[in-house]
């Protein structure tokens, strides 16, 4: 699905944040909104589209909305919320398979200022990676849409870790 008018405004909000800044590279989830995303805000910098970056899969919940999910599977729905790190949805793509491609991503990754877009369940394993290891409580975070995660690190560390809604 590609942008629509709320998304591109949402692009070019974060393009014009984020315009002092000189990205070394750029990284994107293959899906077409977050790579038109990557693509307005790198402006000239090369996007590399990496299937690593791409959201969970959520397997026969993918497209449904919550409530009908919990219609339809309440126990397994009551599961995936007191616990979704042990939990995956039936089809769907498990936690640690999430954190494992996520790793390997942040692994290979270059530069020293660097953008990546991605999506919400992505965006919280990868900041768990960065900021402590642990998993972050999906329903204790969602990462809105048109936000800033900027980390920064000192002697390979992460010394400060700050979000921004900017759109």
Known sequence: MPLN???YS???ALKSHLSTIGFDAAYSSPLSRARATAEIIASDVPVSIDHRLIEIHNGDWQ???KQDIAAQWPQEW???NTEPTRFTPPGGEAADSVRARVEDFLNGIRGSTILCVSHGV???TLLSILIGGQ???H???EPPNGSIHTVWFRNNHVSDCRTE???
Do not use: F, L, M, T
Request: net charge positive; charged share 25%.
């Open 5 to 7: 008018s709320v998304g």
């Open 63 to 65: 497209g449904r909305r």
């Open 165 to 167: 809604r900017i759109a």
């Open 135 to 137: 998993y972050i409580d």
């Open 78 to 80: 009551q599961r995936w």
């Open 10 to 12: 949402q692009a070019e």
């Open 122 to 124: 992505v965006i919280q």
């Open 139 to 141: 329903n204790a975070y």
